[in-house]
């Protein structure tokens, strides 16, 4: 038997709390085009990946260094 392993899913707010950023910050950053592929689910609220978040840290990096 196969096992999968459910890819860890963060919320907005833990998003915000995490890389210390406002919710309007990361939702200008998608509407942006900086952020992409940000998934939805059944009530249609962002849900973020570990993908998302390593790209949200290279957008923080980018946006520190100059």
Known sequence: MVTRKNPKK???QEICDRFDISRATLFRWESEG???AVERDWR???V???SNL???EKI???KNAG
């Open 10 to 12: 963060y919320k907005t």
């Open 54 to 56: 390593k790209h949200i």
């Open 44 to 46: 249609g609220w962002r």
């Open 34 to 36: 900086l952020l992409l």
């Open 60 to 62: 923080i990096k980018g």
């Open 48 to 50: 973020y990946n570990e």
